[in-house]
């Protein structure tokens, strides 16, 4: 069976620090896709990222970046430089192969305060 | 490019009461999803519809959810009757094949 493990509940930062959102993860696939999403307060989840099992290389888009380690089975989640308009939910996601379900976990509630 | 559309966005009814959602998918999706979020949970899939076939419903409480994808585009999903526990965000997505799913504002869903 596949699971998603966020341990962290809520996050609170103050504006411009950097910030690391975990993301633990369990499946027997050998071929499987991680996703972040993001849920502002209007409640639509905003797709993020999709990494694929066979590619371990980070990633970087602007202040995000992302760190996929599979000998931890873990897809970590980094704001730099964080800002009030990052605040929201955020939900790591796991699937299998092809367009499959996606299994979420409970989602980390991240508040920037100013 | 528009993005996924349902409707309504919100709707109060009583237990026992039938109610249906609405979902429009993004243009040429072949692909499907109705998800369930309850307040502080993360989503969860009730059905996935590949063109106008079920994929998975394994999650889906049969005996009062239903949901259908006329000629592979919009799709309906019905609660009938509902229960307390059906008080929940219902989400939809569309994704072409092997790819990221992209999701509507969803409806927010009261049942008293």
Redesign the interface.
């Known amino acids: 069976a596949q699971k998603?493990t966020q341990a962290q509940t809520e996050i609170s930062v103050v504006e411009k620090e950097d910030v690391t959102l975990d993301c633990v993860y369990e499946t027997r696939d050998t071929t499987y896709y991680l996703?972040w999403?993001k849920q502002p307060p209007?409640?639509?989840?905003?797709?993020l990222i999709?990494r694929n099992s066979f590619d371990e290389q980070n990633e970087i888009s602007g202040r995000y970046s992302w760190n996929f380690q599979k000998s931890t089975s873990s897809f970590n989640f980094t704001i730099t430089a964080s800002q009030v308009v990052d605040s929201a939910v955020y939900?790591c996601?796991l699937s299998g192969r092809?367009?499959?379900?996606?299994v979420?976990?409970?989602?980390t509630r991240l508040t920037i305060n100013p | 490019e528009a993005g996924v559309a349902q409707s309504p966005r919100y709707k109060i009814i009583e237990k026992r009461q039938s109610v249906a959602f609405w979902c429009n998918p993004i243009s040429g999706h072949a692909t499907l999803y109705w998800y369930q979020q309850i307040l502080g949970q993360g989503p969860k899939l009730l059905i996935q519809f590949q063109n106008n076939g079920v994929v998975d419903d394994s999650q889906l409480p049969k005996d009062r959810f239903s949901a259908e994808r006329l000629k592979g585009v919009d799709s309906t999903l019905k609660i009938q009757p509902a229960k307390l526990e059906d008080s929940a965000v219902y989400l939809c997505a569309s994704s072409p094949l092997d790819s990221e799913q992209y999701f509507g504002p969803g409806t927010r869903l009261t049942v008293t």
């Open positions: 998603v996703f999403y209007s409640g639509e989840l905003v797709f999709r939900f996601a092809g367009a499959q379900k996606l979420f976990g409970q989602g």
